[in-house]
């Protein structure tokens, strides 16, 4: 991804049990890894403005505010995406919304110089199911090679004995241990610089133009599609049986 730009970048996510912030601050970065879940949205805004005065800064100098768009919990994302809605429209910035699984991908990419180019992301999403991804590194950006979406453990399997993984990260391997079966691919499991691996894509999603008007900002629950599925099926099952 190259050396960081000088955009000046508010970030943070709160789509796992981490809470990630980071400020970039023309060539000064700042950034803050901590817990979450439950106290995201009691913890975020104080983060916040500790970044922002650990810097000398106000959110009019920023350029654009990144959130992580999930997929991930729900109340984590509409979290994030509701704090980002508000700071920007008040500073009247752009929002940079980031695929949260993309996060640990980049991750992994500076921690673990050696691993493959393809990277399955795996998130635990409760209920013995899993988000999970897959990104491709060209060598300048990360590229979705099979966007997120919320599988069953079978499902996965499924999904990863027609294209097997070359390597597995995410929070899901912990989770999950043994139950998640990946075959040969290496598996990684070492904790990553969220924060710092966040602000890296928000700054590359700068470059690209990728800043959207906060109205338009929405968070990534894939949950919510698999339960209009599950009605729909339910639907045609009543269909077919009044049939």
Not at 222 to 243: C, F, I, P, Q
């Amino acid at each position: 991804m190259g050396e960081l730009v000088s955009a000046r970048v508010l970030a943070f996510d709160t789509s796992t049990e981490a809470l990630a912030v980071a400020l970039q601050i023309d060539a000064d970065l700042f950034t803050w890894n901590g817990p979450s879940g439950a106290v995201a949205s009691a913890q975020l805004l104080p983060q916040v403005r500790r970044l922002l005065q650990q810097a000398g800064a106000e959110l009019r100098q920023l350029q654009a505010i990144a959130f992580g768009r999930g997929p991930g919990a729900f109340t984590g994302l509409r979290t994030a995406c509701a704090v980002a809605q508000g700071l920007a429209l008040g500073a009247e910035l752009p929002v940079l919304p980031v695929d949260s699984l993309m996060i640990v991908a980049e991750g992994v990419r500076v921690a673990q110089p050696g691993a493959p180019d393809d990277i399955d992301v795996v998130m635990d999403a409760r209920m013995a199911e899993v988000y999970a991804g897959r990104y491709r590194w060209d060598g300048a950006h990360w590229q979705v090679s099979r966007a997120p979406a919320l599988y069953s453990l079978d499902g996965l399997h499924a999904a990863w004995a027609l294209q097997p993984p070359r390597c597995v990260a995410g929070s899901a391997l912990a989770a999950l241990g043994g139950r998640l079966r990946s075959g040969e691919a290496l598996r990684i499991g070492a904790d990553i610089d969220r924060a710092a691996a966040l602000l890296r894509l928000a700054q590359q999603l700068w470059i690209d133009g990728a800043g959207i008007d906060a109205a338009a900002a929405l968070p990534l629950y894939l949950r919510d599609k698999v339960a209009l599925t599950v009605a729909e099926r339910e639907a045609l099952r009543r269909a077919e049986h009044a049939a």
